[in-house]
């Protein structure tokens, strides 16, 4: 009896063992922002890069979401990917400057991609990429211009916009649209004052009662379409404009599989941008093209722009929510901010220190003469 008990004992001591040593690992790791891979917009747009990469070449991938949105919880969820054998991790949005600052040094040989931001301390105190990490950043001015100019040309006159947190790339995104705005309408010769924009940051990338409040009360002041620019933000706008038959511009990737309100995405190449970084590391072996240093996508890597095909109907018009406006027209701009002979303003000097712009700033650092630009509190 005794010696069965020992035996028992011993296999009880040794399933754990084995369990530990069997455990799946995961190869590329991508840490969630605020939201999950089915946000339509951030995540799901690096998701589906890290997916698409990932399952062409057969390597173990997962993503994980952090249980608060703070710099602790995002290093907690790298600590945790790394413990589960990642050797690429993929963080999307600039909230994870501070704690890929920290892990980038704590885990040398993982290789980490951080999308929309540049590691960096909480206080700001400094700021580091080092050669294990690749920043990815894209031109939003010129995804933003891109929209502008084809809501004017479409015919709008009444245009909003709703940022989330001004923040750079939300910044770069509606100054590249009030820019895109005027360029199209100095070319149709209108006057002064023909196209209104109510320009809005709601200070926060949430789907929200309040959030959907602040677009319908855009949409019945007399609103055409609105440029929703804050992640879950245009959920809240889409409801608005379905109530009031209404438009609605996307973000970041496109979305209108999302609701049919979306005429046109200012969208990033948030996936094409991963699997570059990927293949660098796994198929070229030039990873130092991104590493240490900050790498813009943009019109001529063709990391910025509007959608063109229509996802599962290879004959579909990517451009049949709009009035008039084609593929054509469009073709025609994108060469310009591909070639360098349109290039909008990314930054502004703004007095406030949470960099909420007035109509005075906007207007006269963006060279505005067509637009009345009107500043939403």
Same mark, same amino acid.
């Given at each position: 009896?005794k010696?069965?008990l020992?035996?028992?004992?011993?296999?009880?001591?040794i &399933?754990?063992?084995l369990?530990?040593?069997?455990?799946k690992?995961?190869?590329i790791?991508?840490i969630t922002?605020?939201?999950?891979?089915?946000?339509?917009?951030?995540?799901q747009?690096?998701?589906?890069g890290?997916v698409?990469?990932?399952?062409?070449?057969?390597i173990?991938?997962?993503?994980?979401k952090?249980?608060?949105?703070t710099d602790?919880?995002?290093?907690a969820a790298i600590d945790?990917?790394?413990?589960?054998g990642?050797?690429?991790?993929?963080?999307?949005?600039?909230?994870f400057?501070p704690?890929v600052?920290?892990?980038q040094?704590?885990y040398?040989?993982?290789?980490f991609?951080i999308l929309d931001?540049?590691?960096?301390?909480?206080?700001y105190s400094?700021a580091?990429t080092a050669e294990?990490?690749?920043?990815?950043?894209?031109?939003e001015?010129q995804?933003?211009y891109l929209v502008?100019y084809a809501?004017?040309?479409d015919?709008?006159?009444a245009?909003?916009?709703?940022g989330?947190m001004a923040?750079p790339?939300?910044?770069?995104?509606?100054y590249?649209?009030l820019?895109?705005?005027e360029?199209?309408a100095?070319?149709?010769?209108l006057?002064?004052?023909?196209?209104?924009v109510?320009?809005?940051?709601?200070?926060?990338?949430?789907?929200?009662?309040?959030?959907?409040?602040t677009a319908a009360a855009?949409?019945?002041?007399?609103?055409?379409?609105?440029?929703?620019?804050?992640?879950?933000?245009?959920?809240?706008v889409?409801?608005a404009?379905?109530?009031a038959g209404?438009?609605?511009?996307?973000?970041? &990737?496109?979305q209108?599989y999302?609701s049919?309100?979306?005429?046109?995405s200012?969208?990033?190449?948030?996936?094409a941008s991963v699997?570059?970084?990927l293949?660098?590391?796994?198929?070229t072996n030039?990873f130092a093209?991104?590493?240490?240093k900050t790498t813009?996508f943009n019109?001529?890597?063709?990391?910025v722009?509007?959608?063109?095909?229509v996802i599962?109907d290879e004959?579909g018009n990517?451009?049949?929510r709009?009035?008039?406006?084609?593929?054509?027209?469009y073709?025609?701009?994108?060469a310009?901010?591909?070639?360098?002979s349109?290039s909008?303003v990314r930054?502004?000097?703004?007095?406030?220190?949470?960099?909420y712009?007035?109509?005075?700033?906007?207007?006269n650092?963006?060279?505005?003469?067509?637009?009345?630009?009107e500043?939403?509190?």
């Amino acid at each position: 009896m005794k010696k069965l008990l020992a035996v028992l004992l011993a296999a009880l001591m040794i &399933v754990p063992f084995l369990t530990a040593c069997g455990a799946k690992e995961y190869e590329i790791a991508l840490i969630t922002d605020k939201g999950n891979i089915d946000d339509k917009s951030f995540n799901q747009g690096a998701w589906e890069g890290v997916v698409a990469y990932a399952e062409a070449n057969s390597i173990s991938h997962k993503y994980y979401k952090p249980e608060d949105a703070t710099d602790e919880a995002y290093l907690a969820a790298i600590d945790l990917a790394v413990e589960s054998g990642a050797k690429v991790v993929v963080c999307p949005g600039f909230l994870f400057e501070p704690s890929v600052y920290e892990a980038q040094t704590k885990y040398p040989e993982v290789k980490f991609i951080i999308l929309d931001g540049a590691p960096r301390t909480a206080d700001y105190s400094d700021a580091k990429t080092a050669e294990n990490t690749a920043s990815i950043k894209y031109a939003e001015e010129q995804s933003g211009y891109l929209v502008g100019y084809a809501a004017v040309k479409d015919g709008y006159r009444a245009l909003g916009f709703m940022g989330g947190m001004a923040v750079p790339a939300v910044q770069a995104f509606g100054y590249g649209y009030l820019q895109g705005i005027e360029a199209a309408a100095a070319e149709l010769g209108l006057a002064a004052g023909d196209i209104t924009v109510k320009y809005h940051y709601t200070g926060n990338f949430d789907e929200s009662d309040i959030n959907k409040a602040t677009a319908a009360a855009m949409y019945e002041s007399g609103i055409e379409v609105i440029f929703a620019c804050g992640g879950s933000v245009g959920k809240s706008v889409m409801s608005a404009a379905n109530e009031a038959g209404k438009k609605v511009i996307g973000v970041d &990737v496109d979305q209108r599989y999302e609701s049919e309100t979306v005429i046109t995405s200012a969208t990033k190449g948030l996936a094409a941008s991963v699997q570059a970084v990927l293949k660098s590391i796994y198929e070229t072996n030039d990873f130092a093209t991104y590493a240490g240093k900050t790498t813009y996508f943009n019109a001529a890597n063709n990391g910025v722009g509007l959608p063109t095909t229509v996802i599962g109907d290879e004959n579909g018009n990517a451009f049949d929510r709009f009035n008039t406006f084609t593929v054509e027209a469009y073709n025609e701009i994108f060469a310009k901010l591909a070639d360098g002979s349109v290039s909008p303003v990314r930054e502004l000097q703004i007095a406030n220190a949470e960099g909420y712009a007035t109509a005075e700033e906007l207007t006269n650092g963006l060279g505005l003469t067509i637009i009345a630009v009107e500043c939403v509190q």
